[in-house]
């Protein structure tokens, strides 16, 4: 089973800094994809950015961008010049391919915390 | 603006009530989940569907039960609430197919039992 690891309960950052949220993942299929979720305190969980797996060049979204390491599995967010609505839970999915409607794992979290 | 909607979003309810979570997308999605999210913020899958008329429990254990009648709605029951039922329940939609790009979320329904 894939298993996803995010090995930072809590963070934080300076307003204005950069700061870097770690995510790994366990798989033995060679084709899916990644997700950044965040959630703010009370409100929806909203997509941040996906990575397709067999694509070597890193996803951006504006000031989010991912470091994706697909032989160490490793699948870190990027926030750059951080603000205080970036502040939220920060959840790094998996999703397998193919028909099977059980497709996202989820990680524990990352509780985010920007700091004025 | 959200595509798929949950109400309530807070409930508050006595013990032995019976009630049901609603959630319903307009997107027209096939495939619907339910999440709970417990107090340390980490999410386990409790139900999915497929599709109309297809439900299958997650990886977390519950006693609650879901109905797929119409494409769009994908409502949660619990037939007598109790304190450890207290917790966040999170909607999601996907449509169908390999390639689609993540799930969409409703806000939440944050259950209180007492």
């Known amino acids: 089973a894939q298993t996803v690891t995010q090995s930072q309960p809590e963070m934080s950052v300076q307003e204005a800094e950069t700061v870097t949220l770690s995510c790994t993942y366990d798989t033995s299929e060679s084709d899916y994809y990644l997700f950044w979720y965040k959630q703010p305190p009370s409100r929806q969980m909203i997509l941040v950015i996906r990575q397709e797996a067999y694509k070597q060049q890193n996803a951006t979204e504006n000031r989010f961008s991912v470091n994706f390491q697909k032989a160490a599995k490793s699948f870190s967010l990027k926030i750059s010049d951080s603000q205080l609505g970036d502040a939220a839970m920060y959840f790094c999915?998996?999703?397998?391919?193919?028909?099977?409607?059980?497709?996202?794992?989820f990680g524990s979290g990352t509780q985010l915390t920007v700091l004025p | 603006e959200a595509d798929i909607y949950q109400t309530p979003r807070y409930l508050v309810i006595g013990t032995g009530k019976k009630i049901t979570l609603e959630c319903s997308q307009t997107m027209g999605h096939d495939k619907m989940y339910w999440y709970q999210q417990d107090p340390g913020m980490e999410l386990h899958l409790i139900h999915y569907?497929?599709?109309?008329?297809?439900?299958e429990k997650g990886d977390l254990s519950s006693e609650s039960t879901v109905s797929r009648i119409r494409t769009e709605h994908f409502p949660l029951t619990l037939e007598s609430a109790r304190p450890s039922h207290t917790s966040q329940y999170l909607c999601?939609?996907?449509?169908?197919?390999?390639?689609?790009?993540?799930?969409?979320f409703g806000s939440g329904t944050r259950l209180t039992v007492v």
């Open positions: 569907s497929y599709g109309v008329n297809s439900t």
């Open positions: 999915a998996y999703r397998e391919l193919g028909g099977s409607a059980r497709q996202l794992t």
């Open positions: 999601a939609s996907t449509p169908a197919g390999p390639r689609n790009y993540g799930y969409t």
